[in-house]
């Protein structure tokens, strides 16, 4: 079936309520052309271990540039629990994700990436915490991360620290979007509007009972990180902009320490004035000129993302684009709606 449609219609081709779906798959693909029918293989045995006939597997292609759509055709065609997205061009992971979310009809939603890095196996281990804990989310914690450079590993830490120190409440440091979690949890996702997604934080945000597991996190099982350094930089700057407003207080910050400084320039310049003798030189004007200029031309960025991201919100530009939607839907489990489930 040929369509275009954005997010917000994407609401609309929800299925209608009926028999529970207990776990519904949620699955971003980039470029996973080999990876896939591994994928498929190990995420349909753990969930006919622990879901029966009652599970759903949502794969979206998001503008992969490999054989990905024509594998995922394939497996929708074959397996009637997968559902197959393809995207109009490169959207981006998270914006994949709530392709994959939006569409989601099980009890329990589980993210996963295609790569296999975080094991699919863990959902058994993951709904039974969930029973037994009374958890709204469980998500994975990574204990190691095998085939990943020292730099990578250095830079993650640094950023979920900095995030730590940046916002008023807790994002889970070492962890990323792998995760199950219940569906009022994703009823209260799905209608957070930012544009500029981080979706590990609004998870984090939304609050409920989330409670993590350890694993060791896995090699790529095939293929290359389409995660460049460039992307990992964006996605940083999406998070910190999107979940605190403190990056622009440092220019409250940096002006009353240049004050500071200033008034005991002044006294120096004073004192020197008075009691010696002077020569002007051009290297403390520089000096200062550059610190200035540097201060000034640092804090207007800083304050240009965040009106850069304004700025893209108000336009309200549809997150997405389906170019083309491959599988049959199955119907969708009702929301919980009990008291602690009500959104605010």
Not at 186 to 194: D, F, I, N, V
Not at 325 to 337: D, Y
Request: hydrophobic share 45%.
């Amino acid at each position: 079936m040929n369509l275009i449609v954005d997010n917000k219609e994407t609401l609309a081709m929800r299925p209608p309520l009926g028999p529970a779906v207990k776990v519904s798959v949620a699955i971003p693909c980039y470029n996973e052309e080999a990876s896939l029918p591994e994928l498929h293989r190990r995420v349909t045995a753990v969930c006919r271990e622990v879901a029966g006939d009652a599970y759903e597997m949502i794969l979206v292609n998001d503008g992969s540039r490999d054989g990905t759509w024509s594998v995922i055709s394939k497996l929708a065609t074959a397996d009637s629990h997968v559902r197959g997205i393809d995207l109009s061009r490169n959207f981006g992971h998270q914006a994949a994700l709530t392709a994959a979310l939006t569409l989601c009809a099980g009890e329990r939603i589980f993210i996963l990436d295609a790569d296999l890095q975080d094991p699919p196996e863990l959902l058994k281990p993951m709904m039974e915490k969930m029973d037994a804990e009374g958890a709204d989310v469980v998500y994975g914690k990574r204990r190691s991360r095998a085939g990943e450079t020292q730099s990578k590993k250095l830079t993650a830490m640094i950023f979920y620290r900095l995030l730590g120190k940046l916002i008023d409440f807790e994002i889970p440091s070492d962890t990323g979007d792998f995760r199950l979690m219940t569906r009022r949890v994703l009823e209260a996702l799905l209608s957070m509007p930012e544009s500029h997604r981080f979706i590990r934080g609004m998870v984090a945000w939304i609050g409920f009972r989330q409670l993590p597991i350890e694993y060791d996190r896995q090699s790529r099982y095939a293929g290359e990180t389409g995660y460049t350094f460039a992307k990992m930089l964006n996605f940083a700057l999406d998070a910190i902009t999107a979940f605190s407003a403190r990056p622009l207080r440092l220019g409250l910050y940096a002006g009353m320490a240049l004050v500071g400084l200033s008034w005991i320039g002044i006294l120096y310049s004073l004192v020197s004035w008075l009691f010696f003798a002077t020569t002007p030189g051009w290297t403390s004007l520089i000096i200062v000129v550059m610190f200035m200029g540097g201060a000034q031309i640092f804090m207007l960025a800083m304050i240009g993302e965040y009106v850069s991201r304004t700025f893209v919100q108000t336009k309200n530009r549809p997150l997405y684009l389906l170019r083309e939607v491959v599988g049959s839907p199955v119907a969708r489990a009702k929301p919980e709606t009990t008291e602690s489930s009500t959104a605010a």
